[in-house]
């Protein structure tokens, strides 16, 4: 019933430290999107997700970022060994969509605000 | 790379006055979408523009699409304080490979 539903909505970790991010779609929604936000920036594609199959990876910017949605529901983004470049905003959005992802109206929680000290 | 652009990327006006936004693209696209986001939220769908169609309205919001210049704009009627918010476009290229946001808008409606 709710919306896209983010958790923490704040994380502050060591650099060094594994983080882990996860997003809860909208019900029965099919395709799942992980975005980066810096500051003052429009959100960066990461990941995407049609059911549990992570079908476009492209964005991801390091083999330290892995995002996963084992049974098609909830997901996570983990981020091992992290760098004070990955401080952001992480963005999930979830949408109806079947065959494409990006053909519909995209839902987004309201982020993950991560910190690396 | 960002594929989209938007212009002004910054924009102040009076309660009542018309804002008008512009987005360009550089490459082939199957859909344009239009999002606003409030500080701190998510982002909220305003509208999407085939690559086939030319205009949309939804309330107070007119969006058209010119693809042989790659732009869209962005016109929202008789701004309000609460339409404070930066404002995106974000393109689905064709074929449909990934989505791409520009760095926004940020407009600022003044009482």
């Known amino acids: 019933g709710a919306g896209v539903s983010q958790s923490p909505r704040y994380k502050v970790a060591k650099r060094g430290q594994d983080v882990a991010l996860r997003c809860d779609p909208i019900?029965?929604?099919?395709?799942l999107f992980w975005y980066q936000q810096a500051l003052g920036q429009g959100p960066e594609f990461l990941t995407y997700?049609?059911?549990?199959?992570?079908?476009?990876k492209s964005g991801l910017p390091s083999d330290r970022f892995f995002a996963e949605r084992p049974e098609g529901s909830v997901s996570t983004l983990k981020i091992q060994r992290t760098q004070q470049e990955d401080s952001a905003v992480y963005l999930c959005?979830?949408?109806?969509?079947?065959?494409?992802?990006?053909?519909?109206?995209?839902?987004f929680g309201d982020g993950t605000r991560l910190s690396i000290l | 790379s960002q594929q989209g652009e938007e212009d002004p990327q910054a924009l102040s006006i009076q309660e009542g006055e018309n804002a008008t936004m512009n987005c360009s693209y550089k490459?082939?696209?199957?859909?344009l979408q239009w999002y606003r986001q409030n500080s701190g939220r998510g982002l909220v769908h305003l509208i999407l523009?085939?690559?086939?169609?030319r205009e949309k309205h939804s309330g107070r919001l007119r969006v058209t699409l010119d693809t042989s210049k790659k732009s869209s704009s962005l016109l929202i009627t008789a701004s309000r304080a609460a339409d404070t918010a930066s404002y995106f476009c974000?393109?689905?290229?064709?074929?449909?490979?990934?989505?791409?946001f520009g760095p926004g808008t940020r407009l600022s409606v003044l009482p």
């Open positions: 523009i085939r690559s086939n169609e």
């Open positions: 490459t082939s696209i199957n859909n």
């Open positions: 959005a979830s949408s109806l969509a079947r065959l494409s992802g990006f053909n519909q109206p995209q839902h």
């Open positions: 974000a393109t689905a290229q064709n074929p449909i490979r990934n989505f791409v």
């Open positions: 997700f049609q059911n549990e199959a992570q079908l476009d």
């Open positions: 019900s029965g929604h099919v395709s």
